[in-house]
């Protein structure tokens, strides 16, 4: 099997952490409590890909991290999982994940792969998770349910010094169907802004 994610991407990942790849359109979309959030706008879905850059000053990079890849422990402070699994889908791990929305929106489904690598940066420590929709995975649709096929999501973390983690995320999700762009684009902020990020209490700098 050809590797899902290149030695470049993980490195393109990492690298933000040091130098934020702003050019091309990338503008400063909000800031709060020192994490700043930038948008590029997608001319072909009217949606916004995002890059959040901050600091979680209650928690160390590695537990970051292994939360990050916990699928069971989401389920218990995620409210909007309906189903979130990892399986073998014809010989291709795959993970499922079915989010619930709000009447009269249909629910959405994500069949997506990820990777995970701790890293060894010239002795600095990084994790990074690489994220993204699998189309070609043999994950048969739900009536009722609508199938997101463009996702992608990448997390850089490394240890900020101390007792906290230095963060970068880059977004993006389109979720098709009848959604105002606005409504979509909404919803992405929060969840790049609140606990989508990682679900603990911390607080930022």
């Known amino acids: 099997m050809s590797l899902r994610f290149t030695d470049e991407e993980f490195q393109g990942a990492w690298r933000e952490l040091d130098e ?5 359109g990338w503008e400063l979309f909000t800031e709060t409590m020192g994490v700043k959030i930038y948008r590029l ?11 959040v850059f901050g600091v979680l000053t209650t928690c160390t990079a590695e ?14 402070w995620d409210g909007y999982v309906k189903e979130l699994y990892e399986k073998d889908f014809d010989g291709q791990k795959a993970i499922y994940w079915e989010v619930k929305y ?4 249909s629910n959405r489904d994500y069949v997506y792969v990820r990777e995970r690598r701790d890293l060894d940066v ?12 699998s189309p070609e995975t043999a994950c048969a649709e739900k009536s ?20 906290g983690t230095k963060v970068f995320l880059n977004y993006f999700d389109n979720p098709g169907g009848m959604i105002p762009t ?24």
């Open 20 to 24: 934020p790849q702003l050019d091309g």
């Open 41 to 51: 706008f997608d001319k072909e879905t009217g949606l916004y890909e995002y890059k």
């Open 63 to 76: 537990l970051c991290a292994d939360v990050y890849m916990d699928l069971a422990y989401r389920k218990h």
């Open 102 to 105: 709000p009447f009269p929106l």
């Open 122 to 133: 010239d002795g600095r420590k990084i994790w990074v998770i690489l994220a993204r929709s």
């Open 144 to 163: 009722g349910v609508l199938r997101v096929k463009d996702y992608k999501q990448s997390v850089a973390l490394e240890s900020d010094g101390g007792c």
């Open 182 to 205: 606005w409504l979509v684009n909404w919803a992405a902020k929060v969840l790049t802004q609140t606990e989508g990020i990682f679900p603990m209490h911390h607080e930022v700098r």
